[in-house]
């Protein structure tokens, strides 16, 4: 019972922590896919330096532990005059972190679009910022709405990670919670069920985004 | 051909514009020698069938004449234009998208696998060209692409996606596409070779009929049967070269090039 009596005694708190957690996360997903369609088409590219560019980037953020690059975005920034509060400094290593592995993600679709039906569009003349845009992209789109939705389901999780910045999100509001109630079992464990309910919903949001998207579907 | 025992064009063959003309024209992949030295002349109606065994080059050659193969040596031209590559002093420059799309733009393609996009309708498979390349407004467009389907007897499937469609529908579809464009030539990439045995003759009735218009057409293909009955001219392929090239009586009734009498009676053989 001491459980619910928590919960509901510091209902708001946990709401506004959740709340923050969720828009964090869905800022960061939403914000990084745009990045990471580019690095996705920059992997590919015909043009070696940016290849490569892209192939080093997406190693590094892909390659070093996401606390070490909140950090490092938190303390680097400003040491070169940019002065970003915590959340900004959260989002910003957030995005950056996602957009490497949806870069990967979007790229694993890329080369499942069949290259005859680009080639079709070629002869058609149809441009190739055209042929991405109305055949490329809606089609990858489908292909990747299960890893997007496990990678928007990695970030929220992950994002627990920015209270070491002092962002006040769900797991740092429940570590306050804790110190005032001295329950960290119960408050834990109520986090814990938060977190759970949020990525049940993602993972139903992307269920029928994937519904919507197959209409029409397969060759 | 013939129609009702009439030649289709009154005019000689030999006197009507070159649409396409290929010379000396070599390809390689890496090493590997793909096409050796094809000269080619495509002439405006003419329907030329491109017959020979597998690995012979032969959908290679038709590829380059797309330029979605670049070639390696020789030329290609389009209706007098150089294809795919522009000619700058000594050296030979790969043309930027939008030249190489002016070179292309009266050039249709058919391809095995129909290659049309599953996310859009039929009507909006058709249409998509008519509104980004000719640049019609939607109403146009989707009249004209609504004609393209009728035209391939499909004007009830516009709604349909290409997973509702079987293959003979699909490929039909696929000509529709090029045809929306008005082209001066179709190329045919084997278009019949990726359906099953009795969807074949619905996308021949409809190749068929074109070449009775007047259509310009290059079709790489195994149905024999179509090229002896359709073809102005058949050329022969084996190795990345022209062996033999005639008129379908010539190569049917009348061949002199041995392989091409080993491929013939191989393909007789098989098809009792």
């Known amino acids: 019972m001491e459980f619910l009596h928590i919960a509901w005694a510091y209902k708001e708190m946990l709401l506004v922590g959740a709340a923050t957690t969720a828009v964090i996360s869905g800022a960061s997903i939403l914000l990084g896919m745009p990045l990471g369609?580019?690095?996705?088409?920059?992997?590919?590219?015909?043009?070696?330096?940016?290849?490569?560019?892209?192939?080093?980037?997406?190693?590094?953020?892909?390659?070093?532990?996401l606390l070490v690059q909140i950090l490092l975005v938190f303390y680097l920034l400003p040491s070169i005059g940019l002065d970003l509060s915590p959340v900004t400094?959260?989002?910003?290593?957030?995005?950056?972190?996602?957009?490497?592995?949806?870069?990967?993600?979007?790229?694993?679709?890329?080369?499942?679009v069949p290259k005859g039906?680009?080639?079709?569009?070629?002869?058609?003349?149809?441009?190739?910022?055209?042929?991405?845009?109305?055949?490329?992209?809606?089609?990858?789109?489908?292909l990747v709405t299960p890893a997007?939705?496990?990678?928007?389901?990695?970030?929220?999780?992950?994002?627990?990670?920015?209270?070491?910045?002092?962002?006040?999100?769900?797991?740092?509001?429940?570590?306050?919670?804790?110190?005032?109630?001295?329950?960290?079992?119960?408050?834990?464990g109520l986090i814990a069920i938060i977190y759970i309910v949020m990525n049940l919903v993602i993972a139903q949001l992307g269920r029928r985004a994937?519904?919507?998207?197959?209409?029409?579907?397969r060759a | 051909m013939a129609l009702n025992g009439q030649p289709r064009v009154e005019l000689a063959a030999s006197d009507r514009e070159v649409v396409i003309e290929v010379e000396e024209l070599t390809k390689t992949f890496g090493p590997v020698p793909v096409l050796n030295g094809i000269d080619l002349k495509i002439r405006r109606s003419e329907v030329v069938c491109i017959i020979g065994p597998s690995g012979s080059g032969k959908s290679t050659l038709l590829r380059c004449l797309a330029f979605l193969d670049p070639y390696t040596g020789g030329r290609v031209s389009i209706e007098g234009q150089l294809l795919g590559y522009k000619q700058q002093g000594e050296r030979r420059l790969m043309q930027g998208h939008r030249e190489l799309a002016k070179v292309r733009r009266n050039v249709g393609m058919v391809f095995q696998h129909f290659n049309l996009w599953p996310h859009m309708t039929a009507l909006e498979n058709v249409a998509l060209a008519l509104r980004v390349t000719r640049k019609l407004k939607a109403d146009q467009a989707e009249r004209e692409a609504r004609e393209a389907l009728s035209k391939v007897g499909l004007g009830d499937k516009a709604g349909?996606?290409?997973?509702?469609?079987?293959?003979?529908?699909?490929?039909?579809?696929?000509?529709?596409?090029?045809?929306?464009?008005?082209p001066h030539v179709i190329l045919f990439d084997e278009p019949t070779s990726a359906l099953d045995p009795e969807l074949v003759g619905e996308v021949l009735g409809v190749?068929?009929?074109?070449?009775?218009?007047?259509?310009?057409?290059?079709?790489?293909?195994?149905?024999?049967?179509?090229?002896?009955q359709m073809a102005d001219t058949v050329v022969f392929m084996d190795r990345g070269v022209i062996l033999e090239q005639g008129s379908p009586d010539e190569i049917f009734k009348n061949p002199r090039n041995d392989r091409?009498?080993?491929?013939?009676?191989?393909?007789?053989?098989?098809?009792?």
């Open chain 1, 89 to 112: 400094a959260a989002v910003l290593a957030l995005i950056l972190n996602t957009s490497a592995f949806q870069a990967e993600i979007f790229r694993g679709g890329l080369s499942a």
């Open chain 1, 210 to 217: 994937e519904a919507r998207l197959a209409r029409g579907a």
């Open chain 2, 160 to 182: 349909n996606y290409p997973s509702q469609l079987s293959g003979g529908q699909q490929q039909r579809v696929a000509i529709a596409r090029a045809l929306a464009m008005k």
């Open chain 1, 148 to 188: 997007i939705t496990n990678e928007f389901i990695s970030i929220l999780k992950n994002s627990s990670i920015i209270s070491v910045i002092s962002v006040t999100e769900l797991l740092r509001t429940g570590q306050q919670i804790v110190s005032a109630t001295y329950r960290p079992l119960e408050v834990y």
């Open chain 1, 117 to 142: 039906q680009v080639e079709a569009a070629q002869m058609l003349g149809i441009a190739p910022i055209t042929i991405r845009r109305r055949i490329v992209i809606p089609q990858l789109l489908r």
């Open chain 1, 37 to 65: 369609l580019a690095f996705a088409f920059g992997l590919v590219s015909h043009n070696r330096p940016i290849r490569l560019f892209c192939a080093v980037y997406r190693s590094f953020w892909r390659g070093t532990p």
């Open chain 2, 260 to 272: 091409l009498k080993q491929f013939l009676d191989t393909w007789r053989t098989r098809s009792f």
């Open chain 2, 207 to 228: 190749m068929r009929q074109l070449a009775v218009e007047g259509m310009t057409m290059a079709i790489v293909t195994h149905e024999m049967g179509f090229a002896a």
